[in-house]
């Protein structure tokens, strides 16, 4: 339990003598916290029992953290409770709400903003001056959900006029690939299957996903965004006092554990409001029809 919710409850237990801690009671005996497959798998599983460990003490129960293969296993769990938290992308948590499956609890904040860039990343040596040379090019996508790795890049390519919605009208058919996380694409660049990778720009700029021979292969061909930065969405199925007992909880442990925090969710994680957080990617899905 985090010491925000015991002063609650002192002060509860003050006033009244037997009242009820709020939200400690309707805390699920275990906490399910699942995190979408953006990473190196080995990297995942040292994180995975870490954060495990570090929540359980905060929270005072069990707290299991899984990763599904997708962002999508991970809304149905949050749409039938078998799923309590999930870190997504912005373009997942609409889709989240849409289903009312889930409402956003948190947001990363990265270097003090909770705003990033689009990339797309080619190897070094390649010729490349924009994305308008990789016409008839085979590409990869981080995954067809991913806001940085592909709604904010297919964006672009509809507003540079390359596209009128399908990615292969420009990149040729065949030629459009989609992965199950940034490094799933960077991987296919690395070994010369695609000629570029979208992804999100601290993949490339910070040190959480590459090794430094992998980042010294690569180079920035094209940034796009701004893209939200991903969030922590909370079940609906829990009650309102259990969410906001979640909420001060992970508050805690991005306070008390910053270099684990970092580690897992790449940022700090901080309060915001939904709607204009996720503003930037409802609008880009009124533009662009559902592929």
Not at 193 to 216: L, N
């Amino acid at each position: 339990m985090s010491a925000f919710l015991r002063s609650l409850c002192a002060a509860a237990v003050l006033a009244a003598g037997s009242a009820v801690c709020l939200g400690a009671d309707s805390l699920p005996a275990k906490v399910v916290v699942a995190l979408k497959p953006d990473k190196n798998p080995d990297a995942m599983l040292a994180e995975r029992g870490a954060l495990s460990q570090s929540l359980s003490k905060i929270l005072g129960r069990p707290v299991e953290v899984i990763v599904p293969l997708s962002a999508t296993v991970i809304i149905e769990g949050l749409a039938n409770g078998s799923i309590d938290l999930g870190w997504l992308g912005a373009t997942d948590m609409v889709h989240a709400r849409e289903a009312d499956a889930a409402e956003l609890l948190l947001v990363g904040e990265i270097d003090g903003k909770r705003e990033y860039s689009s990339l797309w990343l080619c190897l070094e040596e390649k010729p490349y001056a924009s994305i308008e040379d990789l016409r008839g090019k085979p590409v990869a996508f981080a995954s067809r959900t991913s806001t940085s790795g592909h709604l904010i890049p297919r964006l672009d390519l509809k507003k540079r006029g390359l596209i009128k919605n399908d990615p292969e009208e420009f990149f040729g058919e065949g030629n459009v690939w989609f992965g199950t996380g940034y490094m799933s694409g960077v991987e296919r660049v690395l070994a010369g299957e695609a000629e570029a990778a979208a992804v999100s720009d601290y993949v490339f700029e910070k040190d959480k996903h590459m090794t430094p021979d992998q980042k010294k292969r690569l180079r920035i061909l094209s940034r796009q965004g701004p893209v939200p930065t991903h969030v922590l969405a909370v079940s609906k199925r829990l009650d309102p006092a259990a969410r906001e007992s979640l909420r001060e909880g992970l508050l805690e442990f991005s306070a008390a554990d910053p270099a684990l925090c970092l580690t897992v969710f790449t940022s700090p994680l901080v309060t915001t409001n939904a709607d204009e957080h996720l503003r930037p990617v409802v609008e880009a899905l009124a533009i662009l029809p559902k592929q």
